[in-house]
């Protein structure tokens, strides 16, 4: 079956530093890969979309790589900051359109 | 409205009750999904409707759920005889394509549905 999972322990890091999430994903051939922020109360808002034929993604502080060799993709935040405390969800297509989401990491930064 | 529209925002109600949950997409997007988000859980895909084509109602979990979408905008979500196991966050998302595409999907804010 398809699956998609993310890290289920909270990732705590000291403001400044880069904070790296994981996205592993088993029996899916995606042609492309989204990142989603979940703010408490709130419902996720899309961050970034890497496809198939990229390593890597940039904007601005936010950096996603996709390697489909080893079904993994890694979501890094740079200089972070408390404001980027959340939910960071990891998304692939199911079947052309609705989305199959892994359950989330939650990210803490702290001052 | 700008964004993607859920009413109401929290919904408190009884074992065996109906409830409705409307969700008011983007203006000029042709996809709507709902999904359902229990705690501590991924979301859960529930019904997919594109432009004027039957809607994919795979993820509907029992025939207690129902959904439409009017007019090719609004959504209704309809929850017939309410179960506890029913109490989640359910989440309405749209987007502008449907199959294929970059189909970056667009949320509200959710409903959180308690059942006591």
Redo the contacts between chains.
């Keep these: 079956s398809q699956k998609i999972e993310q890290n289920s322990e909270a990732l705590n890091i000291q403001e400044g530093k880069t904070a790296t999430l994981t996205c592993n994903y088993t029996n899916y051939s995606p042609a492309y890969l989204q990142w989603y922020r979940q703010d408490p109360g709130r419902g996720p808002v899309f961050l970034l979309l890497i496809r198939e034929n990229e390593k890597e993604k940039r904007k601005e502080r936010l950096k996603v790589t996709f390697d489909t060799t080893l079904k993994q993709s890694l979501f890094h935040i740079t200089a972070s900051q408390p404001a980027d405390s959340a939910t960071y969800l990891c998304a692939l297509l199911a079947s052309g359109y609705a989305l199959n989401f892994g359950k989330g990491t939650s990210l803490l930064v702290t001052p | 409205g700008a964004g993607?529209s859920q009413s109401p925002s929290n919904k408190v109600t009884e074992k065996g009750k109906d409830v409705e949950l409307r969700c008011d997409p983007i203006s000029g997007h042709t996809?709507l999904?709902w999904?359902r988000q229990s705690l501590?859980?991924?979301?859960e895909?529930l019904i997919?409707f594109?432009g004027n084509s039957a809607p994919?109602k795979s993820?509907l979990p029992s025939d207690r759920f129902s959904a439409e979408r009017t007019g090719g905008s609004v959504s209704t979500l309809t929850i017939q005889r309410t179960q506890q196991e029913d109490s989640a966050v359910y989440?309405c998302?749209s987007s502008l394509a449907?199959?294929?595409g970059?189909?970056?999907?667009?949320?509200?804010?959710?409903t959180r549905l308690s059942v006591l």
């Excluded at chain 2, 970059?102 to 959710?110: L, R, T, V």
Aim: glycine share 26%; hydrophobic share 35%.
């Design positions: 993607v996809a999904y999904y501590g859980q991924g979301l895909f997919y594109q994919d993820g989440l998302a449907g199959t294929g970059q189909n970056i999907q667009y949320f509200g804010a959710g």
